[in-house]
């Protein structure tokens, strides 16, 4: 793994490099970003593998990436990363890039025994019995000159990917899960996948089941609020307001502007700053997307104290399944998708109990998961028999 490093941060040296590459079977690839100050990441350095070489691409200086992102979208090049669900979020929120042909070694090791997600240094030490350094896992990738040993670190992080891929290829193939890890891979070359829900945050918070009908609209168009600032000022969203006033926000706006006074949680330039703006929010009548949302919003099942005992069992059997398959359990079925389909939740998606799920699940598990109905528990000479009722 002797590979020729080239720094490029002149465009006509990426297009002639972009050119060469577009002709390969496979490149490796990450991203070092920075995402603290800004409400966009600012994408700050590629770094790209070959057979023989590691580029390392400066894309504060090359502003056009055509060239790479045509490689991405390319089906006859594979393209391998580790963890590159979030190297093609932040490529498809800049540039609208989805990928195609697609490797990871994050999705590759939960399938041969790995928790998930598994780090990519313990990954490359168990692997290839090598230790990589970890000083600068958090470096200022904006900083120009960069740091040379923050350029080790990323080198190292794309270093070790085709070898990996050949490792974990090789596993794959031994247990009949090439096309497992290929079906887990392809939700990423979907366009829905990064698709962006403006509800997202609003239907996190339980407790908007809770509130009135005026209250819920307002919580939405303080949340969308908060976006539209921080998308106007680039600025992260916290940085605008913090998640932890919302609630706060909420109740002392319907309360007017003595409420605010009267709070100390909140910082006074920050409600003094947007008061007008929350009480705008706040005072416009409902419009009829809002009424239709909000009437088409499922009340959360009431509490089945024998169902979540019911489903929690059922996990179980699961996680033995995947114990006994060297799978992850993370992988197979997230808990907080689990929760979900624990909850009765309408929002849980039942491909997560199709394909290589519902292949290595067995169809009785499927069909308990799925009914989720009450199981029932007979003792017999010391077995314990389980029936679905």
């Known amino acids: 793994m002797n590979y020729q490093v080239h720094f490029l941060e002149k465009q006509h040296e990426f297009d002639r490099v972009m050119e060469s590459l577009a002709n390969e079977h496979w490149i490796g690839f990450d991203t070092e970003f920075v995402g603290e100050k800004t409400y966009i990441p600012v994408l700050c350095l590629i770094q790209i593998v070959s057979e023989r070489d590691i580029y390392?691409?400066?894309?504060?200086?090359?502003?056009?990436?055509?060239?790479?992102?045509?490689?991405?979208?390319?089906?006859?090049?594979?393209?391998?990363?580790?963890?590159?669900?979030?190297?093609?979020?932040?490529?498809?929120?800049?540039?609208?890039?989805?990928?195609?042909?697609?490797?990871?070694?994050?999705?590759?090791?939960g399938f041969v025994g790995y928790n998930y997600p598994a780090g990519f240094a313990k990954i490359v030490e168990r692997e290839l019995r090598v230790t990589l350094a970890k000083?600068?896992?958090?470096?200022?990738?904006?900083?120009?000159?960069?740091?040379?040993?923050?350029?080790?670190?990323?080198?190292?992080?794309?270093?070790?990917?085709?070898?990996?891929?050949e490792k974990f290829t090789g596993k794959l193939r031994k247990h009949n899960r090439e096309a497992w890890t290929r079906e887990e891979n392809r939700k990423w070359e979907a366009a829905d996948f990064y698709a962006v829900d403006p509800n997202k945050e609003l239907l996190a918070n339980d407790f908007v089941h809770q509130l009135e009908f005026r209250e819920k609209v307002f919580l939405m168009r303080l949340y969308r609020w908060r976006v539209s600032r921080a998308m106007e000022l680039n600025l992260p969203k916290e940085s605008v307001l913090q998640s932890r006033h919302i609630s706060t926000i909420l109740?002392?706006?319907?309360?007017?502007?003595?409420?605010?006074?009267?709070?100390?949680?909140?910082?006074?330039?920050?409600?003094?700053?947007?008061?007008?703006?929350?009480?705008?929010?706040?005072?416009?009548?409902?419009?009829?997307?809002?009424?239709a949302f909000f009437s088409a919003l499922p009340k959360p099942a009431p509490e089945n104290p024998e169902r979540e005992w019911t489903m929690e069992?059922?996990?179980?059997?699961?996680?033995?399944?995947?114990?006994?398959?060297?799978?992850?359990?993370?992988?197979?079925?997230?808990?907080?998708?689990?929760?979900?389909?624990?909850?009765?939740?309408?929002?849980?998606?039942?491909?997560?109990?199709?394909?290589?799920?519902?292949e290595l699940l067995g169809?009785?598990?499927?069909?308990?998961?799925?009914?989720?109905?009450?199981?029932?528990?007979?003792?017999?000479?010391?077995i314990c028999k389980l029936s679905m009722g």
């Open 56 to 109: 390392l691409v400066d894309t504060l200086r090359i502003a056009n990436l055509d060239g790479l992102l045509s490689i991405l979208e390319d089906p006859k090049v594979l393209k391998i990363t580790h963890a590159g669900d979030n190297d093609y979020r932040l490529l498809n929120t800049l540039y609208g890039t989805v990928p195609n042909n697609t490797f990871d070694t994050q999705i590759a090791a």
């Open 135 to 165: 000083s600068h896992t958090v470096a200022d990738w904006g900083a120009r000159p960069l740091d040379p040993k923050a350029l080790e670190y990323a080198i190292e992080d794309v270093k070790y990917l085709p070898a990996l891929h």
């Open 251 to 291: 109740r002392a706006t319907k309360n007017g502007p003595n409420a605010f006074k009267a709070n100390r949680t909140l910082p006074e330039n920050v409600w003094r700053k947007n008061l007008d703006a929350w009480q705008a929010l706040w005072k416009a009548g409902a419009t009829e997307e809002e009424k």
């Open 313 to 358: 069992l059922l996990y179980h059997f699961v996680k033995k399944q995947c114990l006994e398959h060297e799978i992850s359990a993370a992988l197979l079925l997230p808990k907080g998708d689990f929760n979900r389909l624990k909850s009765g939740s309408d929002d849980f998606d039942h491909n997560l109990l199709a394909g290589w799920r519902a």
């Open 363 to 382: 169809a009785e598990l499927v069909h308990w998961l799925t009914k989720g109905g009450k199981v029932k528990v007979n003792w017999e000479n010391g």
